[in-house]
């Protein structure tokens, strides 16, 4: 018998990391305070415009429409029916993924190093499955929740710190004194998660950046992880989409990348996430394994594939018509950045991010503390943003306002922070 | 700082849990040895009869295909677009379910208490997430195997042991001597996976079974994770679908179902986990949390909810066109159970399961391995079915069937098996 250790009483025990995880995670807690008040002032439900979680608002392309509805009559046929599909995705999307997301940018990444999966969120944290503990986890600070709290939730940190946070990560701060590029750390750390287009600063990354952080992991065997959620909404070309982009990134990152935002499956759900073969772990033994495999299984017995109806809406994104469509999307929603970057300017507040990605990063006005300045927008002006602190201690004095909603939304908003600012 | 264990050479490090995983998954194994008998006998290709995986191979119901084209279009409309939607799937589907899964049959499940996801194997790996380590876990043998490979990815087990199965592991055997029905035991265990009606034998348990396991789960405070995924194939309404059908087992059972094989939703993909407010683990100081909350967490971190448009297509399994269409497809496939079950036994071949389940359980003929019947069927019928042995070690000299496939395949299968038999 496997040795285990003695206990009383006989219950089946839960997962005590769980137990650590601090208040609600960020966007509940939003959620609540506007359940509140709404409550408190009823009249007021319809007029709030929520530029808070950042889920988009425009219908989804025509061309996406078109192949789900094919691809359900399908799936009416017995000879064209598909039952379970592969686990890693389907081929025709796999290699159109390979083609114009890399391939067409310089980047050596083949069909069958691209897993397809339901959501980007879940890649992200599904990942942690096939690292072991011990790790030296490195995030940047401000910093996309599930990051933080999928490693806690796998034991992989101590328990909440005092004034935020968790004992047993590093947190690399992203202030407007670095320009919102972390510091490339001294100390070794074996797994860093990197985030650009950054969420929620909307900072982008110089080629010059990413290639120091390829370099620091190859000096010390760490891994990256980057999430490239928000590449599509890179204006400048001479700008990387892709860690693959810098040389040597593919024996050291991982990437993920989702449909929600280039082309507004938030609701439809497909993303993926590229794990090149030369990305390699060690084991107990200091032996070299590729995380490919591991990953390959991790996927084929915890996880069954994409609806087939939702791979053909993604294959179609890489369409003529699908392609089009979705860079309207994206300036779309970018013009809509564009407007609330000016206006918030104008009025005396001051604004990063917005120009390669759907987030403003504000500096709150005043001394306000992130959540007095999102009740005061809450209750001001019938907005709903979300406080810097929220993602981070590094985030305190910043508010993150999105891009994503309907033209007349973004332009009644900007009227009302304006006069709210003005009183 | 966390304390860690110092260690050499620094590099990102794998679990190493994964490497204790024996073989491969069953399935791939499967495909690698149907490859390369179709690699040495090329025309084969086309005559093979595949009766392994449960895959379905009927249209997906017409009430399902109609309502995922309509939320098509309401993706296509701003007014009725939807984003990302609640990680525990929509009211409208989670109602649906309790009403006529569980209300229905007299079971005291709320809509609250039932989290949609996009599969049952997803939901078995994942309930893992919310569980500690040191708990004892037993499953049956022969056992699906994604209970036992994401308890080794997970660390909850040994090594692999010599013939077969995991240390630190309980085997619980399902054998034609005890009626397909464990063996309630006597010793204490925490976590008890039990599958009814069964995949892979085909058994169903009686009402009477299920609850000895509910009134050993409640003696020992042991948590039973209930896969009912095969439930719409039970032919006696007296028999149980839910393990809530038995008082009590809302304070001990999780239950796991899936719209795949009542449906033919195994390339749609959409199930369901009930988490009961009532089920309760113990954290490392004895203090009982209700696992409902652990699970709504870990889904609201970890997941995004399911597909908008594939849970139209799950409501709409509950219309009553929808309803009467998934009676259909069930007795189709009851039908070819029927027929394999017949033919078989005349043939002189000892057949179980296959009368509430879709599965049919044979006896080896001969002393043949289950393997080596594999590879006769494979190549003396060109029919791929599933070894006994692949499913643990007391499903060696079995062999299992599915009666998922055309009734033009079945009866060619069946002939083919005949003729192989006699010769």
Not at 24 to 43: M, S
Not at 51 to 57: K, S, Y
Not at 204 to 222: G, M, P, T
């Amino acid at each position: 018998m496997h040795a285990r250790p003695e206990r009383n009483p006989a219950i089946a025990r839960l997962n005590d990391h769980f137990l650590k995880l601090s208040a609600g995670y960020l966007f509940p807690e939003i959620g609540r305070r506007v359940g509140a008040f709404i409550e408190a002032n009823p009249g007021a439900a319809e007029r709030i415009i929520k530029l808070g979680i950042g889920d988009v608002t425009e219908p989804l392309p025509a061309a996406c429409r078109e192949a789900m509805k094919s691809a359900v009559d399908d799936l009416g046929e017995k000879a064209s029916f598909r039952g379970y599909g592969p686990e890693q995705g389907y081929g025709f999307l796999r290699e159109k993924i390979a083609e114009h997301d890399f391939q067409s940018r310089g980047c050596d990444v083949s069909a069958d190093e691209i897993f397809v999966s339901d959501g980007s969120k879940c890649d992200c944290a599904n990942i942690l499955d096939v690292l072991g503990s011990g790790n030296r986890v490195a995030v940047t600070d401000p910093v996309y929740p599930v990051y933080v709290d999928t490693n806690v939730m796998a034991g992989n940190t101590g328990p909440a710190a005092h004034g935020g946070g968790y004992e047993g990560i590093t947190y690399l701060p992203l202030t407007k004194e670095n320009g919102f590029e972390a510091e490339i750390p001294t100390q070794r750390l074996d797994v860093v998660y990197l985030c650009f287009p950054n969420n929620p600063t909307g900072a982008v990354a110089s080629r010059k950046h990413l290639a120091a952080w390829v370099a620091y992991a190859k000096e010390h065997d760490a891994l990256l992880l980057f999430d490239a959620a928000y590449e599509a909404f890179v204006q400048d070309d001479a700008l990387p989409r892709s860690i693959y982009e810098i040389p040597g990134a593919d024996t050291c990152a991982i990437e993920f990348r989702s449909f929600s935002k280039n082309a507004g499956f938030t609701g439809t759900r497909c993303a993926f996430t590229v794990c090149p073969r030369g990305v390699m772990a060690t084991d107990a033994d200091g032996r070299k394994h590729a995380l490919h495999g591991l990953w390959n299984r991790r996927q084929s017995t915890k996880f069954n594939g994409v609806s087939y109806v939702v791979q053909r809406a993604a294959e179609a994104v890489y369409s003529p018509e699908g392609r089009e469509q979705c860079r309207g999307l994206v300036a779309f929603y970018m013009e809509n950045a564009r407007i609330l970057r000016e206006k918030l300017s104008a009025a005396g507040i001051a604004v990063h991010g917005g120009v390669h990605a759907p987030y403003l990063w504000l500096e709150t006005p005043g001394d306000a503390s992130s959540w007095d300045y999102f009740d005061r927008l809450l209750h001001g002006a019938h907005v709903v943003g979300t406080p810097g602190a929220g993602f981070g201690r590094a985030g305190e004095g910043y508010f993150r306002l999105s891009a994503f909603n309907s033209r007349e939304n973004v332009e009644e908003a900007i009227r009302r922070i304006e006069t709210m600012t003005a009183a």
